[in-house]
């Protein structure tokens, strides 16, 4: 069984950053993404990266702000988040894509395990 463990968040003032990390045992190399949920809605793409991190993708609500990136020396994903905005405030997960595949994945049906979650508060 893999287990994600997720790590970070926090709360935060408006234009602030934070940093997420996200560690998969039994994944290493794998593509990976991050997720949110906003209460009352659906979970949402952030942004993912290939299994090398040669190529990554993000959400239009965070391109510019948010970089993913990943060390595979340590099997470590992270999410830097800067210029943080209230209607960022989510839950964010942690997403792993079970081999054989490489590339760069935005459903959250492509992600077989999943982080417990981690929670994000920006205030004005």
């Known amino acids: 069984q893999v287990h994600v463990i997720q790590s970070g968040g926090g709360l935060v003032q408006a234009g602030g950053s934070l940093r997420l990390a996200c560690s998969p045992s039994?994944?290493?190399?794998?593509?990976m993404g991050w997720f949110r949920q906003a209460p009352g809605k659906d979970r949402v793409f952030v942004a993912s990266?290939?299994?090398?991190?040669?190529?990554?993708s993000y959400a239009d609500s965070v391109k510019g702000r948010f970089t993913i990136s990943r060390d595979n020396g340590k099997n470590i994903l992270y999410l830097q988040m800067n210029n943080l905005r209230p209607e960022d405030t989510a839950v964010y997960y942690c997403?792993?894509?079970?081999?054989?595949?490489?590339?760069?994945?935005?459903?959250?049906?492509?992600?077989?395990?999943w982080g417990q979650g981690t929670q994000v508060t920006v205030s004005s």
């Open positions: 997403a792993v894509r079970a081999p054989p595949f490489q590339g760069v994945y935005t459903q959250s049906s492509d992600y077989d395990d």
């Open positions: 039994g994944r290493p190399s794998s593509p």
């Open positions: 990266i290939s299994w090398n991190g040669d190529s990554a």
